[in-house]
């Protein structure tokens, strides 16, 4: 099995900084794309951005110029580098990468998601 743990999220006032981090581990063979996605009350879950294992980008329009994405491909890891945050980034914030087990197949598993709350 594959788990990803999320870590960072909190309560942090308008234009304030917080950086998000996800670790993949257990029977992972090779992670690919990995990336953070976001889900508002009453909003469907939308992307925020991706990175590929080449560490090639997309960052969604609403994000770009003040989020950040990048990785480490030894430790599995995600970081999502997020400043001058704004009240409408308020959402539960998933981890989301796409993995090649060990014992074969490939698939997305997701973290549990962190609570990233904007608010003075």
């Known amino acids: 099995q594959v788990q990803l743990v999320e870590s960072g999220g909190g309560l942090v006032q308008p234009g304030g900084s917080l950086t998000l981090s996800c670790a993949a581990s257990g029977s992972i063979a090779t992670v690919y794309t990995m990336g953070w996605y976001r889900q508002a009350p009453g909003n469907q879950r939308e992307l925020v951005a991706t990175i590929t294992r080449g560490a090639s980008t997309n960052i969604a329009d609403f994000v770009k110029g003040r989020f950040t994405i990048s990785r480490d491909n030894v430790k599995n890891t995600v970081y999502l580098q997020m400043n001058s945050l704004k009240p409408e980034d308020t959402a539960v914030y998933y981890c989301?990468?796409?993995?090649?087990?060990?014992?074969?197949?490939?698939?997305?598993?997701w973290g549990q998601g962190t609570q990233v709350t904007v608010s003075s």
């Open positions: 989301n990468a796409y993995v090649r087990g060990v014992y074969g197949g490939q698939r997305d598993y």
